[in-house]
T-cell receptor, first 112, second 120 residues
Framework: KQEVTQIPAALSVPEGENLVLNCSFTDSAIYNLQWFRQDPGKGLTSLLLIQSSQREQTSGRLNASLDKSSGRSTLYIAASQPGDSATYLCAVFKAAGNKLTFGGGTRVLVKP | DTEVTQTPKHLVMGMTNKKSLKCEQHMGHRAMYWYKQKAKKPPELMFVYSYEKLSINESVPSRFSPECPNSSLLNLHLHALQPEDSALYLC???????????????????FGPGTRLTVL
């Protein structure tokens, strides 16, 4: 059974500091890994999708890496802003079952 | 248009009521999903429809009944719910639920804003 873990569960940083969010998964047989953002009481917004054949994806201040062999992904957010405050969820789309399995999320607070 | 819409935004119902949640997308996606999300927990998959046919049912109680009338619409019919069913119900869609046979690439899922359900 695929398990996805995100550490830390919560993170508070001053504005301008770089954010590093970690995600680990137990089964390397995945099609892709995705990072989502969720604001309180809202739906999920896809940030980055890394195919299983890729090692990283970048979009603006966001960069995500994927190491399938070690079952890890890291989301970097450069020069954080108060608007980055949200919960960040990673999810793996696994080969067996054709479904997304989510980690527990990291709640981020960027203080002005 | 990359939007998934859900109605209603909020729903309060009694345990004897029958209600429905609606989800709509006009992106031509052929896979649609229902998730349940409790407070401070990640979304949990409930159902997946692929080409308007139920493909995955994650052992969801029968008081939740999904329906896919056409390729753009997904409903979730609710009957005799319990207070513990109170949660945020999220709908999502994607071009396909399986990787492309030619490229092997997979697609992201686009999520709606959710329906906040409270069962009294």
């Amino acid at each position: 059974k695929q398990e996805v873990t995100q550490i830390p569960a919560a993170l508070s940083v001053p504005e301008g500091e770089n954010l590093v969010l970690n995600c680990s998964f137990t089964d390397s047989a995945i099609y892709n890994l995705q990072w989502f953002r969720q604001d309180p009481g809202k739906g999920l917004t896809s940030l980055l999708l890394i195919q299983s054949s890729q090692r990283e994806q970048t979009s603006g201040r966001l960069n995500a890496s994927l190491d399938k062999s070690s079952g890890r992904s890291t989301l970097y957010i450069a020069a954080s802003q108060p608007g980055d405050s949200a919960t960040y969820l990673c999810a793996v789309f696994k080969a067996a079952g054709n479904k997304l399995t989510f980690g527990g999320g990291t709640r981020v607070l960027v203080k002005p | 248009d990359t939007e998934v819409t859900q109605t209603p935004k909020h729903l309060v119902m009694g345990m004897t009521n029958k209600k429905s949640l609606k989800c709509e997308q006009h992106m031509g996606h052929r896979a649609m999903y229902w998730y349940k999300q409790k407070a401070k927990k990640p979304p949990e998959l409930m159902f997946v429809y692929s080409y308007e046919k139920l493909s995955i049912n994650e052992s969801v109680p029968s008081r939740f009944s999904p329906e896919c009338p056409n390729s753009s619409l997904l409903n979730l019919h609710l009957h005799a719910l319990q207070p513990e069913d109170s949660a945020l119900y999220l709908c999502a869609s994607s071009p396909s639920m399986t990787p492309s046979r030619t490229s092997g690439r997979t697609d992201t899922q686009y999520f709606g804003p959710g329906t906040r359900l409270t069962v009294l």
